[in-house]
């Protein structure tokens, strides 16, 4: 039982390099999120999409773009990556709306370092 | 931003004690979740509480939701080595327009356990 898979799971990058971290989900959930997690931060929410074609900001969207051209696929894309977006991403899945208390199916994130 | 406060932020037991964690807000919620996460990997949904004065049990974890929905209390009783993690609260608002911008979480509390 694959869930949700996210690559890659490491990453260093400079200062102004693009990346793309990739999420994917077989539990055939419409809701997909991105967040990130820093120490002392908490769980804040990047962006996220109810359903295949569609996606919106969420708490801390500046820097990052996403895209969801298939229902299964949620990708986060950094188009030049400064210091600041060091962090853990988790992507996570849900088959109700997580602002009713649907329940959130998380990836085992993706460690991501800029230099 | 809705803030939920979770306390302690670090913990740090003897096998076989007893704790108590707590999340609370000054917002109502319409349910609460708890979420476990181990290092390296993603948050695992623990319980969902949506009833004010609810309590739920999970084998040695007793949650509650206070009356007013402000507030939720994990207790562990005869803590385990296996319960080490990082647990985190999420309060859902009950917005039925967007994903998950009607969820919100804790920063957190660290619990380890000792043999």
């Known amino acids: 039982n694959a869930g949700v898979t996210q690559t890659p799971k490491f990453r260093v990058l400079k200062t102004g390099q693009s990346m793309t971290l990739l999420c994917a989900q077989d539990m055939n959930h419409e809701y997909m999120y991105w967040y990130r997690q820093d120490p002392g931060m908490g769980l804040r929410l990047i962006h996220y999409s109810v359903g295949e074609g569609t996606t919106a900001k969420g708490e801390v969207p500046d820097g990052y773009n996403v895209s969801r051209l298939k229902k299964q696929n949620f990708l986060l894309g950094l188009e030049s990556a400064a210091p600041s977006q060091t962090s853990v991403y988790f992507c996570?899945?849900?088959?109700?709306?997580?602002?009713?208390?649907?329940?959130?199916?998380f990836g085992e994130g993706s460690r991501l370092t800029v230099l | 931003t809705q803030l939920l406060e979770q306390s302690p932020q670090f913990l740090s037991i003897q096998e076989g004690e007893n704790l108590t964690v707590y999340c609370n807000s000054s917002s109502v919620f319409s349910s609460l979740q708890w979420y476990r996460q181990e290092p390296g990997e993603g948050p695992v949904l623990l319980v969902t509480?949506?009833?004010?004065?609810e309590v739920k049990k999970l084998k040695r974890l007793t949650f509650q939701f206070g009356d007013a929905r402000k507030d939720s209390s994990l207790h562990i009783t005869a803590a385990q080595p296996g319960d080490t993690g990082l647990y985190l609260c999420a309060g859902a608002y009950g917005y039925s327009g967007g994903g998950a911008d009607g969820l919100t979480f804790g920063k957190g509390t660290h619990l380890i356990i000792q043999p």
């Open positions: 509480v949506v009833t004010g004065g």
């Open positions: 996570a899945s849900s088959p109700g709306l997580a602002g009713a208390g649907g329940e959130l199916f």
